[in-house]
């Protein structure tokens, strides 16, 4: 556990010197700028590495949950890991996001902790990181862009468009599948089980606030999201 722990550790130092390096580079913005920049590289570095865990280095979440975890696994998990307690940390002090976001940032740092103490079920639990994350650019995306004063364009409809899309297919629908297969598989720790069935939850949660947010923009009223609401 020890060079687990090391890597954890060195995850969140490198994590917070880039929002320090940002919060220089940038310092006519805002630090919610800042940490969004790190948010959007955290976003696109993990779904990067996660998706190849998933589809080329193996094992397959739905048919090996519960498998032992692989070093590759194990550095993307504490690569993540590191992230959130960082973004946990900064949104505890900036007291910036809602209940249910910090619900969600604790719940993965708990289910990382565990897998990364158990030895077994990264398999499955980098596939919840794959279809949770691959949304997290294109949320941030539309931060910027709003930010810019361009988000009431073209670029910001297929930015909103892809980004529901991609929720409802991946993190709703494929999220489903994995969430099953890791509760009728008889290997997971049954904590691991009912800690994927609140992190499901929590998606549905978020899922219940986009369906808001695309009834509004169907009635042409405010096509503003939450950003409180959606960060993960």
């Not at 550790?9 to 913005?29: H, K, P």
């Not at 941030?140 to 988000?151: A, K």
Request: one cysteine or more; charged letters at 10%; hydrophobic letters at 45%.
């Amino acid at each position: 556990m020890v060079p687990i722990v090391l890597e954890v550790t060195c995850s969140f130092v490198t994590w917070l010197c880039l929002y320090s390096c940002f919060c220089r580079l940038n310092r006519q913005r805002s630090y919610k700028w800042s940490c969004r920049l790190v948010t959007l590289l955290h976003g696109l570095l993990v779904t990067f590495l996660s998706g190849y865990v998933v589809f080329l280095d193996g094992p397959w979440p739905l048919t090996h949950a519960g498998s032992p975890n692989t070093p590759l696994q194990i550095h993307v998990l504490s690569l993540t890991l590191g992230y959130f307690i960082f973004d946990l940390g900064w949104c505890l002090y900036f007291q910036t996001e809602g209940d249910l976001m910090l619900l969600h940032h604790t719940l993965s740092i708990c289910g990382m902790v565990l897998v990364l103490g158990l030895g077994k079920s990264a398999t499955e639990v980098n596939a919840v990181v794959f279809v949770s994350e691959i949304t997290n650019p294109l949320l941030q995306t539309r931060w910027f862009l709003r930010e810019m004063g361009s988000y009431h364009t073209p670029l910001g409809k297929g930015v909103d468009f892809l980004f529901v899309l991609l929720f409802l297919v991946l993190r709703i629908g494929a999220g489903a599948c994995i969430v099953y297969g890791m509760v009728t598989s008889p290997k997971p720790n049954w904590l691991l089980k009912a800690g994927g069935l609140a992190m499901y939850l929590v998606s549905l949660g978020f899922m219940v606030e986009i369906c808001r947010f695309v009834r509004r923009k169907m009635g042409k009223k405010s096509p503003s999201m939450d950003s409180q609401s959606f960060q993960g």
